[in-house]
């Protein structure tokens, strides 16, 4: 019996010291970073699915990037010149560049990758129509030179991805092509596979990187189709962060994972905003005392702790976040029922037949229509309940995303519940210019000011690249929206992202959050 | 020969107004797939939108886009889709593939489960067993789908730890997969099952009230050879049915369980080629759908024909 014992003990102990040797060697494995996404990729093709190209940012990394500060630097590009008169900009190309196949990085890669996206990328038609000429000066710098003044390339650029010419070139239909291998990348991590049907990306070290060497061996980014599951899955371990384009984490999620104890979160204030839009082809809506009236209208504080959890700040007039360059402070908007009351009825709007609904000038009972999106229901409910308070009857009309962007282009509402994205916010003459300017269109945007104003600072800010001019026209667009007041922001939010406390080091920037170089390459696994 | 030369000709009838549908019907929704191709915050001249919008053929006259939709179709080429930038039958292919895993197994046990399960509840209604399965398979008839999945995801994916909560694989061998959809694939049988279950045990209790089972009886058969060798093939038809239609949307996926347990099936294709107005992959899809319920409706005919002597003695 006692012979038994020890034959078992012994193998007892062999069987735990293999044990012990295999988590050892597992220790020794390389650090795998996992990163849980919401951003459903389509299709392995990285210049034409709505989110691999974001994913990419960090495997073929643009000419330029947004760094920490909010501020548009050069990252493949050392150094960026551009012409006193805005038509030529030079981008000398970082020397120590190298695809993860050993090829240098060349500014013939550069021209290929611009020229391919004038040529192929439908929404970057500006850069076809515009472009005059691109050449290569000397070893390393690209040259564009552009019909007209073209203030803002830097900027554009820091979203288009570059591509090897050697592998590139040779794709017959770039549209069609997918390709869920290998892709060549020259960031400090390259694409590795893409497996839709496993829902991962993985992400591998780049072995010709010669920056920063990352601390982090592999990233493998998760996608969920469903929020709630992926919230799941980061409790459970399955995944160590979040990440969803210019968007937080659901606030109504953060106290459960907090409770687990191995979370941390980067807290960063949103470029992006949620806001309340006018139709401002519409009477009353074109009132500008109206709209005055309505920004007292709506319960800023509650309107914070309900939709947003107390994860941001109070909103001013001037609508852009204080987050963003440039802000100019304008009066904070406030609640003030008795003032928006007084307001309406001094602009005319009263409630003549006392049945509970104000009048507009034509004598007729107000009765907005109110364009509802699937994502922004709450948000609406609460703006109905707001505006209903002060005597005005909101009809919701609930649809689609898609119908939505039609009904919206074709002036169909009076009042509608949409937010910017901190890309949005920047382009065009930025400071969320682009969402109102009356000859602009995309998914987003309401242009709906044709003010020659307004239009003249946006024409100013794209006409120059003097900071201290640019400086000059953010504040005046500010204040021209503290003073006009075309919509209403309801809050500035913050962008949440958790984390596994076991890595270190995170560099969220404004534009991608947590997605770039500078964070991935900073990142370490202490535990 | 006439009688089935007449009923394809019927079904022929029935493709042809389904494919004019498939093409009417996503241009009857309001929205553009123009201004969807362009991104959230892609901002563009609407010179750039009209260009994009002529080389997708989207401004010609809608007349000369069905003409063109017909001509391609007859050369089976399914167009191009504008948002998943492949080509539609590829495209459809490779999803119709995990969609056929995820669903046939489903199908298949939800029917005979259901069906030999309602059949003993039809048949001994009173059993404290059939009650049971009664309430258990009224509770799972009357969930909605992503509530079932979301709460068995939640104890058996997350607090047990025994399956994984997302994909098709992980690594991709075969034990790997199964573990990836067990749980899909048994939340799709219990829902066929339930169905079945209903369908099947209203069936049986119509049954046992006939003449020829009280006969059986008085000739002294057994109550479990009255059933199944008599009851049952009787009682099936409707199953039969429901099973030529499930099998017809087998391949429009199963669009709830999809997106908790994040699949790439034919139900999330569908769902966001509808959500970005991608005219191609919505008839292309649909196209397939009606196809395979026309064929189910066919084969159902058929099998009618073959299991029951009184639709024979009929034609």
């Given at each position: ?133 691109i ?29 090897p ?20 990348g ?77 979370f941390?979160?980067?807290?960063k ?57 440039h ?55 609460l ?27 074709q ?27 009356s ?17 003249g ?28 007041i ?32 500078d964070?991935f390459?900073n ?5 | ?20 549908l ?80 995820l ?32 309430l ?12 079932i ?12 730890g ?9 690594t ?15 939340i ?18 119509q049954e ?8 059986a ?5 057994l109550?479990?050879?009255i ?11 409707p ?49 397939t759908?009606?196809?395979m ?10 099998i ?12």
């Amino acid at each position: 019996m006692i012979q038994h014992k020890k034959k078992i003990a012994i193998v007892l102990l062999t069987v735990f010291s293999l044990f012990f040797l295999m988590t050892f060697v597992s220790h020794g494995e390389e650090v795998v970073l996992r990163i849980g996404s919401p951003n459903m990729v389509s299709t392995a093709n990285l210049v034409f699915d709505d989110y691999l190209p974001v994913f990419a940012h960090i495997s073929n990394p643009p000419l330029t990037k947004m760094n920490t500060e909010g501020q548009i630097v050069g990252q493949s590009a050392k150094l960026i010149e551009v012409s006193s008169d805005n038509t030529t900009w030079t981008f000398h190309l970082n020397d120590s560049l190298y695809w993860s196949d050993g090829q240098k990085v060349t500014p013939q890669d550069v021209k290929f990758t611009i020229e391919f996206i004038a040529q192929n990328v439908p929404w970057a038609g500006w850069l076809k129509e515009g472009l005059q000429d691109i050449s290569i000066q000397g070893p390393n710098a690209v040259v564009l030179k552009f019909k007209k003044p073209h203030t803002q390339i830097n900027r554009d650029l820091s979203s288009y991805n570059l591509l090897p010419k050697h592998i590139w070139e040779k794709v017959e239909s770039p549209q069609d092509y997918s390709n869920p291998g290998e892709n060549i990348g020259c960031g400090p991590f390259y694409i590795k596979k893409v497996d839709l049907n496993a829902g991962i990306i993985t992400m591998e070290k780049n072995p010709y990187w010669k920056g920063q060497t990352p601390q982090i061996g592999k990233i493998e980014i998760h996608l969920y189709n469903n929020v709630d599951v992926l919230s799941l899955a980061l409790e459970k371990g399955d995944v160590d962060t979040y990440y969803r384009y210019a968007s937080s984490y659901p606030y109504q999620n953060i106290e459960r994972l907090k409770k687990t104890g191995r979370f941390d979160f980067v807290e960063k204030l949103n470029i992006g905003l949620y806001f309340l839009a006018f139709n401002l082809k519409r009477t009353p809506m074109s009132d500008f005392k109206f709209r005055e009236a309505i920004s007292y209208a709506i319960n800023y504080p509650e309107i914070l702790k309900l939709d947003g959890l107390d994860y941001g700040n109070l909103p001013a007039r001037g609508f852009v976040p204080n987050s963003m360059d440039h802000f100019f402070e304008t009066e904070l908007l406030t609640y003030d029922l008795e003032k928006a009351n007084r307001l309406l009825g001094e602009a005319g709007y009263i409630d003549s037949d006392k049945n509970g609904i104000r009048e507009d000038l034509a004598g007729k009972d107000i009765n907005l229509t109110m364009l509802v999106e699937p994502d922004y229901v709450r948000r609406s409910e609460l703006i109905k309940y707001y505006l209903e308070e002060v005597g005005i009857k909101v009809t919701m009309k609930n649809v689609d995303e898609s119908t939505w962007i039609a009904l919206k282009d074709q002036y169909e509402y009076d009042i509608t519940v949409t937010r910017t994205t901190p890309w949005g916010m920047m382009v065009h003459g930025g400071w969320g210019t682009a969402y109102f300017d009356s000859r602009r269109t995309g998914e987003g945007v309401l242009h709906i000011i044709d003010d020659p104003i307004f239009l003249g600072l946006v024409d100013g800010l794209l006409s120059t690249t003097d900071p201290g001019k640019i400086k000059e026209l953010a504040h005046s667009v500010q204040s021209y929206y503290a003073e006009n007041i075309p919509a209403i922001a309801l809050y500035w939010n913050m962008i949440i992202t958790p984390f596994n406390r076991e890595f270190t080091g995170w560099q969220p920037d404004p534009l991608f959050g947590i997605y770039n170089i500078d964070n991935f390459v900073n990142l370490k696994k202490v535990f | 020969m006439v009688f089935p030369a007449k009923k394809v000709l019927r079904y022929i009838f029935a493709l042809f107004f389904i494919v004019s549908l498939n093409f009417f019907l996503p241009r009857a929704m309001p929205g553009d797939p123009v201004i969807n191709l362009l991104g959230e915050d892609f901002i563009a001249g609407k010179e750039a939108v009209e260009k994009i919008r002529e080389e997708l053929g989207l401004n010609r006259p809608i007349l000369v886009q069905y003409a063109s939709y017909w001509k391609n179709l007859l050369r089976f080429d399914f167009g191009y889709s504008y948002h998943f930038r492949a080509r539609v039958s590829s495209l459809i292919i490779s999803r119709l593939k995990w969609t056929f895993i995820l669903v046939a197994p489903s199908l298949i046990l939800g029917t005979i489960i259901g069906a030999l399960a309602g059949s003993l509840a039809g048949w001994k209604r009173k059993s404290k067993g059939n009650t049971f399965s009664f309430l258990f398979f009224l509770f799972i008839y009357c969930s909605p789908p992503f509530f079932i999945s979301l709460l068995l995801l939640y104890f058996f994916g997350f607090r047990l730890g025994l399956f994984p909560l997302k994909g098709f694989y992980t690594t991709g061998n075969w034990i790997d997969i199964l573990k990836h959809l067990f749980l899909p694939v048994l939340i799709m049988t219990l829902f066929s099952a339930s169905r079945n279950y209903m369908v099947m045990r209203g069936s049986v209790l119509q049954e046992k009230e006939k003449l020829y089972v009280w006969y059986a009886r008085a000739k002294g058969h057994l109550e479990d050879s009255i059933l199944f060798q008599h009851v049952f093939k009787n009682a099936s038809l409707p199953v039969i049915t429901l099973f030529a239609l499930d099998f017809g949307f087998l391949f429009s996926g199963a669009l709830f369980i999809e997106i908790v347990f994040s699949l790439n099936g034919m139900g999330t294709l569908i769902y966001q080629s509808i959500l970005s107005r991608d005219y191609p992959v919505l008839q292309g899809t649909f196209l397939t759908i009606s196809f395979m319920v026309i064929i189910a409706n066919y084969l159902t005919d058929w099998i009618y024909n073959w299991i029951d002597p009184r639709v024979r003695a009929n034609r």
